[in-house]
């Protein structure tokens, strides 16, 4: 199937340009001006294309080309396009901006697939806006209701419901919620993110599960005061504790006997952060993942065991708030086969791996059989502006994607 690729890496340009801070870094939070900007911009696309369109009450959209029977579940695609500060233009973005170029060929190849094919845009995959990454896929799956999601509220206590409606996103809630019968099949398209098919110079990754993430958000409260005036017996200093507890979250990793483990502290505001100031409060955000449950779920106990002992010995006061502690996911066997017959059938190289980094296949994947495809990362950077995929690389992954998804649709 012809991808048109300059087409496509013209618009990953384009969409890159929506961004809060300059190139080659790309900030685009959800609900922000650069997100609405670049929504605006991506309906065009879609309203060009000749696809149909809907949004619902938290900007999940909705992209689909017709089949001939389309009261049968739908196959779909899809991914994101918010980014995390500072980060790349690839990221999310090759699995949607790829998934239109591939409902576009197929279109205008003149193929009439069976099924519909649908190309979501999910909302917030990032964790940047309210601390809880996939709202838009966890939502879909049922994970989290009308009334969790009202609730939320950012750093700036903004809460969802007055941005989602400033961002023109007035439908209820309670109509986010997808079922089971909705979908044949969902495949994803996305960056590794990670350095294993450049370092065995691969074209495609098939991946077969995706990791479970868990997040810890902890606030430490000791005793401020004056930095030279103060000394150090029975100081109170949460910082000091907050660096215990970080060195014990990589050991927690290190220490788990599986390669898989990871764990890291990526937020950390201290308050009231003047140099001659003794930091009394700390908020500081943990991320813990492993692709086993039970080894995942070992270093999040070990690190809240740890958080308890520092903050009594140091007499800090604490609380430790999980903000989710999601499962991993198997990849559905028959899809796994489509995507490697089809990789096959091109001559493509290809591996099966897991996915390190969590995705909405992840919530997907409780709706229907779900599987990911991976094309390659320079020096497997992501979530820095360096962050790299070659256009011959993003057209095997869209061609490989573009004929996963008619193969399905036939079905
Ligand atoms: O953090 C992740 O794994 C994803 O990029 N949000
Ligand atoms: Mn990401
Ligand atoms: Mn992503």
Redesign the pocket.
């Known amino acids: 199937m012809p991808i048109n690729i300059n087409r496509l890496s013209a618009e990953i340009e384009e969409l890159a340009s929506y961004s809060a801070v300059p190139a080659p870094a790309v900030t685009r939070i959800l609900y922000s001006a650069e997100d609405q900007a670049a929504r605006a911009w991506l309906r065009e696309k879609v309203i060009e294309a000749g696809l149909s369109i809907r949004e619902d009450g938290l900007g999940n959209m909705y992209v689909t080309l017709e089949g001939s029977d389309s009261g049968l579940p739908s196959v779909a695609t899809g991914s994101h396009i918010d980014a995390i500060p500072y980060s790349g233009k690839y990221?999310g973005v090759v699995g949607v901006l790829g998934g239109l170029e591939a409902l576009r060929s197929i279109r205008e190849q003149g193929l009439q697939p069976k099924r519909d094919i649908e190309l979501i845009l999910f909302t917030s995959?990032?964790p940047t806006r309210f601390g809880l990454?996939c709202l838009g896929s966890r939502a879909m799956a049922g994970n989290l209701s009308a009334a969790d999601l009202a609730a939320l509220t950012d750093a700036d206590g903004n809460d969802l419901e007055s941005l989602r409606k400033q961002a023109g996103f007035t439908q209820p809630l309670d109509k986010v919620q997808l079922s089971t019968v909705n979908y044949h099949a969902f495949v994803e398209l996305h960056i590794e993110?990670g350095p294993r098919l450049e370092r065995d110079k691969l074209d495609i990754g098939i991946v077969t599960s995706i990791a479970a993430?868990a997040t810890l958000r902890v606030t430490l409260k000791g005793d401020g005061g004056h930095a030279g005036a103060t000394l150090m017996p029975g100081r109170r200093d949460a910082l000091v504790a907050a660096s215990e507890i970080v060195l014990d979250v990589e050991k927690a990793a290190q220490d788990s006997g599986s390669p898989d483990s990871v764990a890291t502290v990526g937020l950390m505001q201290v308050h009231p952060g003047a140099v001659n100031s003794i930091p009394s409060d700390v908020l500081m955000e943990i991320d813990i993942r492993d692709t086993q449950l039970a080894t995942r779920d070992g270093m999040v106990a070990r690190i809240q065991q740890t958080i308890a002992d520092v903050c009594e010995r140091r007499n800090i006061g604490v609380t430790v708030e999980v903000l989710n502690m999601d499962a991993p996911c198997q990849c559905g066997s028959q899809i796994l086969e489509t995507i490697e017959s089809v990789t096959k059938d091109k001559g493509y190289s290809y591996k099966t791996l897991v996915s390190r980094?969590?995705?909405d296949a992840l919530f997907m994947a409780q709706l229907c059989p779900t599987a990911m495809i991976f094309v390659p990362s320079e020096n497997g950077y992501s979530?820095r502006p360096e962050e790299f995929t070659a256009a011959a690389e993003i057209e095997k992954g869209v061609e490989v994607l573009a004929e996963t998804l008619c193969s399905l649709a036939m079905q």
């Open positions: 990221d995959e990032e990454g993110q993430p980094a969590y995705h979530h």
